[in-house]
C-alpha cells in the first residue's frame, strides 16, 4: 500500500498521527521496554488518531550481515496484537524505516514486497564507505572532509526518492543534528541546489515530505523553515511529522513546535 497517493494518511490532521516511531525490534533501541503495545499506548495518551511503527530495517546490514535481523514474524504478531488491543481508540499502522535502500535496491524491493508493510518510510544513515554519522566523532574531521560526506548524503538521498516502494523521505538534514551538535558550523546554502533537486524529486515521485520533530527535542537548530519554504515554493504539500520516537515518552514529542514552523510558511494551508 502507497499511502503517498492513498487517502488513508490523509484523513488524519497533521498532529494527529505520529508517522515515524520505533519499538524495541529496531537494533538502536532493543534493550528498551518499548514494545508495539507500550507505543500505541503512549500514543492514545499523546491524543493521536493513528501511529506507524517504523522499526528499523538497514537494507546494507540486512546484506552484509552487520546486525541481526529482527524476527519479523514476532514483529509482526506483536504489531497486530497492538492494532487490535487499541482498534478502538487508535489506528495502527506496521511499515518500516528503510534504510540505505540504493545501496542494495532489489533486496530493498523484496524486503518491502514480502513484509506486506502498511507504510515505508525511505532514509539514508550512511552512505556507501562512510559511517553513520551517529558514531561519526566531527571534531576530529577537517572542514574539507566533512562537506564531502555531507555532499555524498544527499546524493543517495536523491537516489533514494526514486525508489517506487517508499512512502515517505524521512529526516533529509539527518547529519547535520551530529555536526551541529558537535559545535561545528556548516554553510547550509551549499547544499541549496542539491536539496531543492531533491525536494523536486518528492514532489515529481509522489513522496511525503516528512519533517522530523527530533529537532525540537534535542534542540539542535537546523535549516527546516530554510528547506521547508522551498519546499512550499516549489508546490510541496505532503508533509507528515514524524517523532523518531525510540522510547515512550517521545511519541508525538515537539509536534506543536514543529507544526508552528509549518504553519508560519504555509499560513492554515496544512491542517
Not at 66 to 77: E, S
Not at 139 to 152: A, E, F, M, N, P
Not at 201 to 222: D, M, P, Q, T
Request: one cysteine or more; charged letters at 25%.
Amino acid at each position: 500500500m502507497n499511502f503517498s497517493t492513498n487517502s488513508c494518511i490523509k484523513k488524519y490532521p497533521i498532529k494527529k498521527i505520529d508517522t515515524h516511531t520505533h519499538t524495541y525490534f529496531s537494533f538502536d533501541c532493543a534493550e528498551h521496554l518499548n514494545s508495539p503495545d507500550k507505543m500505541c499506548a503512549a500514543a492514545v495518551a499523546a491524543g493521536l488518531d493513528a501511529i506507524v511503527l517504523t522499526d528499523h530495517i538497514e537494507v546494507n546490514s540486512e546484506a552484509e550481515r552487520i546486525f541481526t535481523p529482527f524476527d519479523r514474524t514476532t514483529h509482526r504478531r506483536q504489531c497486530e496484537e497492538a492494532r487490535e488491543k487499541y482498534a478502538d481508540k487508535l489506528d495502527v499502522f506496521i511499515g518500516i524505516e528503510l534504510g540505505q535502500a540504493t545501496h542494495y535496491p532489489d533486496l530493498a524491493g523484496q524486503i518491502v514486497a514480502e513484509g506486506n508493510f502498511d507504510y515505508v518510510l525511505g532514509s539514508v544513515h550512511n552512505t556507501k564507505g562512510e559511517r553513520d554519522p551517529y558514531y561519526t566523532d566531527f571534531t576530529k574531521l577537517s572542514y574539507g572532509r566533512i562537506i564531502d560526506i555531507v555532499d555524498k548524503y544527499f546524493d543517495e538521498y536523491l537516489q533514494m526518492t526514486y525508489l517506487p516502494y517508499v512512502d515517505q523521505c524521512a529526516h533529509l538534514t539527518y547529519p547535520l543534528r551530529y555536526i551541529k551538535a558537535a559545535g561545528i558550523d556548516v554553510d547550509i546554502s551549499l547544499w541549496d541546489g542539491k536539496i531543492a533537486e531533491i525536494l523536486k524529486s518528492i514532489i515529481v515521485h509522489g513522496k511525503v515530505y516528512e519533517l522530523n520533530s527530533v529537532y525540537v527535542r534535542k534542540n539542535v537548530f537546523l535549516p527546516e523553515d530554510r528547506i521547508l519554504q522551498t519546499y512550499r515554493d516549489l508546490g510541496g504539500t505532503e508533509i507528515r511529522l514524524g517523532s523518531d520516537a525510540h522510547y515512550t515518552d517521545h511519541v508525538a514529542s515537539g509536534f506543536d513546535e514543529a507544526y508552528e514552523l509549518i504553519d508560519n510558511i504555509y499560513k492554515g494551508e496544512i491542517k
